[in-house]
């Protein structure tokens, strides 16, 4: 017998319901939305905003986005059990967790200025920002990153590959004053957002 492959999905409603119960009006399943709060006590490091939305290729905020976010801690090193450079910071979660705005489509990350990291090869990279998007329309979940705009990034590893040099400013967040940086990701268009694949 043979069976017909499955029609392809998008992330619909149930992503927000799922995920982000909380958020979505569903009490009482969790105390709080996983990577709904990466500061968890007395944490090392700046502590800084990234706001933004997921902007399509009309220029409209989405307001079904749901976006994730992976960091390393203030001092380059990942809460993750594979981390064997040494301990990360035991109050900082390096995940975050955030719907958009049901009005606005904007989302905010209250986090830690992360440190740099080792590269492909061991060289260093830029301190950065892993982003997963995830909405409406889009089957499967993109993947790009936040660079900050103070930074020097000509040594970066991952960004000397891309062979659009243009571009790399669609991956650099714009300061928005003491500690706060605003990143639109842009799906489609002449600033499309540069998406890596994983």
């Not at 979940?141 to 660079?147: A, D, I, P």
């Not at 940086?181 to 957002?193: H, K, S």
């Amino acid at each position: 017998m043979r069976f017909r492959e499955s029609a392809s999905q998008t992330a619909g409603p149930y992503v927000h319901i799922g995920c982000t119960p909380n958020f979505c009006g569903i009490g009482r399943v969790y105390v709080e939305d996983l990577g709904g709060r990466m500061i968890t006590g007395d944490a090392k490091g700046q502590r800084i905003t990234i706001l933004g939305s997921v902007v399509d290729g009309a220029g409209m905020a989405l307001r079904d986005a749901m976006v994730e976010i992976w960091q390393a801690d203030a001092a380059g090193l990942y809460a993750s059990p594979e981390e064997t450079r040494g301990a990360a910071d035991p109050h900082f979660t390096g995940f975050g967790r955030r719907a958009g705005d049901y009005e606005t489509g904007e989302w905010v990350f209250e986090t830690i200025r992360p440190g740099p990291v080792p590269g492909p090869g061991g060289r260093m990279q830029a301190p950065h920002v892993t982003f997963w998007i995830v909405a409406r329309g889009i089957n499967l979940g993109l993947h790009t990153r936040m660079y900050f705009p103070e930074d020097e990034l000509s040594a970066d590893p991952v960004l000397s590959r891309i062979e659009h040099r243009s571009r790399i400013p669609t991956l650099v967040a714009k300061a928005e004053g003491p500690g706060a940086y605003r990143f639109d990701i842009r799906l489609q268009g002449p600033e499309e957002t540069i998406f890596f694949e994983c």
